[in-house]
């Protein structure tokens, strides 16, 4: 009979993700994991086959982490434009799961429709709102969203790069503006592609 697991999958997936979150991707490995278990690597082995396991389940608890911060925020701000917020929050204060979530560097190139698709709820949720808002059909929608989610994902890379800071106001005057904009051009009928 295999021996009985020292820690559970969810305990080794949790302190797997705080290491990540800590010290990045690149930190994840079996002995600073068992470390911070407190044991050695080998109780991981008897709950994961790989590592790439294990960084797998940290992907899927760190997408659960996001979508989780993203539902927060102010009630007094337009949920599109809240999302937006959080997301850049995010990346203000977990650079390294917004690093591992939206920074790391695929195999191979994929369209933004494939990465549209791997925001889940979020996006359709957003697509919804969008609609119903704005009143826009759900290829206008789609546009909107694509452009503006490029644009909050580039404020988030700088802020989790550190390589600028901005205040919440600002990120919330820079959205607004590049939202109304994008708008205005989608409802005009006027063409992003020029």
Not at 126 to 147: H, N, T, W
Not at 176 to 190: C, E, I, P, Y
């Amino acid at each position: 009979m295999p021996p009985k697991p020292k820690f559970t999958k969810e305990e080794i997936t949790a302190a797997a993700l705080e290491l990540v979150s800590e010290q990045g991707m690149e930190a994840l490995t079996a002995r600073n994991l068992g470390m911070r278990l407190g044991s050695s690597a080998r109780p991981i082995f008897t709950v994961f086959r790989s590592m790439e396991e294990v960084q797998q389940e940290v992907r899927v608890a760190a997408m659960r982490r996001f979508e989780a911060f993203i539902s927060g925020g102010r009630d007094d701000v337009p949920i599109f434009k809240r999302f937006g917020i959080q997301m850049v929050r995010f990346a203000v204060e977990e650079p390294k799961l917004y690093q591992l979530l939206f920074m790391t560097e695929n195999e191979v190139a994929r369209s933004i429709d494939d990465v549209f698709d791997s925001l889940g709820d979020t996006a359709r949720l957003s697509l919804e709102l969008i609609q119903a808002e704005y009143r826009l059909d759900g290829e206008q929608a789609r546009i909107l969203f694509r452009q503006i989610w490029i644009y909050t994902f580039g404020i988030g890379a700088l802020c989790a790069a550190k390589v600028c800071h901005f205040s919440e106001e600002e990120i919330s005057r820079m959205l607004s503006q590049a939202f109304a904009g994008t708008l205005l051009l989608v409802k005009s009928g006027g063409s992003l592609s020029d």
